[in-house]
């Protein structure tokens, strides 16, 4: 079981907006800032999003990320179908002394 | 451009040691403030943080997993390197080497901890 909870999966059209929720404690998201990776099917994880909201150089401004409280919100808009894959919230546990990620949301685009 | 690249044996027997290599390019391993992580995944299953070494040897383990595992960085020949003792079938993943960027803001930010770049995986099998 993750010490992050995400939504096993979410679906939405081409064209429209979807969101990841990633939801934790206070040791972890509470207090720390969130990751976020796609994994597109049979490839390598890929940074997205790091400390909160900052994009790699690289990926495109329709990726963004934030932070409230304990919980954290992935947020796609303009979906492609390119953008099928598996998403991973991670951050760091302070009670832990380690990296967590979240079990992962499959997104189906329809 | 910064790679890595992880390599091993692809088959450990249960008990024994599964010892990863992952070999670094494209920036030095000891001019970097970076720390070096490993993360596993099961099939069909999710990514597990395993632990990060700094070029000086200081490290941070999973809890579940720290008294099986051994992190160590040879910096002549820019590489570090994973040990897992006592495998198990749950042993059994894709694992990846990345580069950590692990840092503490202040107590408001907290810390910062993201992998960027990933190596390719390799597969290790725990099987008789």
């Known amino acids: 079981q993750s010490v992050l909870t995400q939504p096993p999966s979410v679906s939405a059209a081409p064209g429209q907006r979807v969101t990841i929720s990633c939801s934790g404690g206070s040791s972890n998201i509470g207090s720390n800032y969130v990751s976020w990776y796609q994994q597109l099917p049979g490839t390598v994880p890929r940074l997205l999003i790091y400390d909160n909201n900052k994009r790699p150089s690289g990926i495109p401004d329709r990726f963004s990320g934030s932070k409230s409280g304990t919980s954290a919100t992935l947020v796609i808009t303009g979906l492609q179908t390119g953008d099928e894959a598996d998403y991973y919230c991670?951050?760091?546990?302070?009670?832990?002394?380690?990296?967590?990620f979240g079990g992962g949301t499959k997104l189906t685009v329809l | 451009q910064l790679q890595l690249q992880e390599s091993g044996p692809g088959l450990v027997k249960p008990s024994e040691t599964l010892s990863l290599t992952c070999s670094v390019s494209?920036?030095?391993?000891?001019?970097?403030?970076?720390?070096w992580g490993w993360i596993r995944q099961p099939p069909g299953k999710g990514l597990e943080w395993i632990g990060g070494i700094y070029y000086s040897g200081s490290t941070y383990y999973n809890p579940s997993l720290k008294s099986r595992v051994t992190l160590s960085v040879d910096t002549s020949k820019n590489q570090f390197s994973l040990h897992l003792s006592s495998v198990t079938a749950a042993d059994t993943a894709v694992y990846y080497c990345?580069?950590?960027?692990?840092?503490?803001?202040?107590?408001?930010?907290?810390?910062?901890?993201?992998?960027?770049?990933w190596g390719l995986g390799t597969v290790v099998t725990v099987s008789s």
């Open positions: 494209g920036v030095s391993i000891s001019s970097s403030s970076y720390y």
């Open positions: 991670g951050t760091w546990d302070t009670s832990l002394s380690g990296g967590v």
């Open positions: 990345a580069r950590q960027s692990y840092g503490y803001f202040d107590s408001w930010s907290g810390y910062s901890n993201w992998f960027d770049p």
